[in-house]
């Protein structure tokens, strides 16, 4: 069986993409990296306040560096940032750096993963699930077009993501490898 590629997690905020991509890396014996971590951890500062400086398109901008050097990493899980979508360049270079994997769910599920984080700020506003919908409605097409596989994430544990990402991938690698 061939190597399984690089694996990147794209979709919104709160979909478990930290999470799902830290137990898929143990999984499978490989290097973590979460975009939003990296920028964190390179620039010293949280995106709150890169957002409150640098305005949305500084912290883009940012986000587009930190993806062109993580998918220069071999045999790695990669998580992105929920708008990573947005730009043209980074979907062309998610899609050709390895498998990207669209963790799906629910608005609902999002509002309930979200409600207490104070980490995101364009959920800073008085009807957050608004600011979801209308997220959804823009980004859900470019997470698709960019994505190799759909996974849904709403109502069920991380393991059995993570299990049916493994598995899916196997797949796509090697037809042969998994008829179930």
Not at 143 to 159: F, K, L
Request: hydrophobic share 40%.
């Amino acid at each position: 069986m061939q190597a399984l590629p690089n694996l990147i997690l794209i979709g919104p905020m709160g979909a478990g993409k930290s999470t799902i991509g830290r137990l898929l890396a143990a999984e499978l014996s490989r290097e973590f990296y979460d975009s939003d971590h990296e920028i964190q951890a390179r620039c010293g500062a949280d995106i709150p306040w890169i957002f409150d400086v640098e305005g949305e398109a500084g912290f883009r901008d940012r986000e587009t560096q930190m993806i062109r050097e993580l998918t220069h990493y071999e045999n790695v899980v990669i998580a992105t940032g929920g708008g990573a979508v947005l730009r043209e360049e980074n979907r062309r270079v998610l899609r050709e750096s390895g498998t990207v994997i669209y963790l799906l769910t629910t608005v609902e599920q999002q509002l309930r993963r979200t409600a207490k984080d104070r980490n995101r700020p364009l959920l800073q506003r008085p009807d957050k699930e608004a600011v979801l919908r209308d997220m959804f409605a823009l980004r859900d097409p470019l997470y698709r077009a960019t994505a190799d596989v759909v996974v849904r994430t709403d109502r069920r544990g991380p393991r059995a993501v993570v299990n049916e990402i493994v598995r899916r991938v196997t797949r796509l690698v090697d037809p042969l490898q998994c008829k179930a």
